[in-house]
Nanobody, 126 residues
Framework: QVQLVESGGGLVQAGGSLRLSCAASGRTFSRYTTGWFRQAPGKEREFVGAISSTSGRTNYADSVKGRFTISRDNANNMVYLQMNSPKPADTAVYYC???????????????????WGQGTQVTVSS
């Protein structure tokens, strides 16, 4: 199995910056698309962005496009979510997830992902 552990969450002021990390186990992790999702209380888990394996292709939700950046370091089994200029609306629990499907399409649907981290809380203050 692939095990994922998020870190880097916490309290940040609006307009600041924060970087979330996702550490993965297993050498096969580098073959998987890795997504970032978030969930606020009372809401469904929503897609934030994702990055493919070796191609480095990315996809972002419109709500974060231009502010958040996803990158990966396959040599160290790490994926990052750089959050620039976060807003209070970005407050949520953030999860990283791995999709073992080799499709060229990066899925934005949470149910398509096979492995999930435990989540890390991000709170953005005004």
């Amino acid at each position: 199995q692939v095990q994922l552990v998020e870190s880097g969450g916490g309290l940040v002021q609006a307009g600041g910056s924060l970087r979330l990390s996702c550490a993965a186990s297993g050498r096969t992790f580098s073959r998987y698309t890795t997504g970032w999702f978030r969930q606020a209380p009372g809401k469904e888990r929503e897609f934030v962005g994702a990055i493919s394996s070796t191609s480095g292709r990315t996809n972002y939700a419109d709500s974060v496009k231009g502010r958040f950046t996803i990158s990966r370091d396959n040599a160290n089994n790490m994926v990052y979510l750089q959050m620039n200029s976060p807003k209070p609306a970005d407050t949520a629990v953030y999860y990283c997830a791995a999709d073992v499907d080799s499709s060229l399409l990066i899925s934005t649907i949470a149910s398509r992902y096979d492995y999930w981290g435990q989540g890390t809380q991000v709170t953005v203050s005004s």
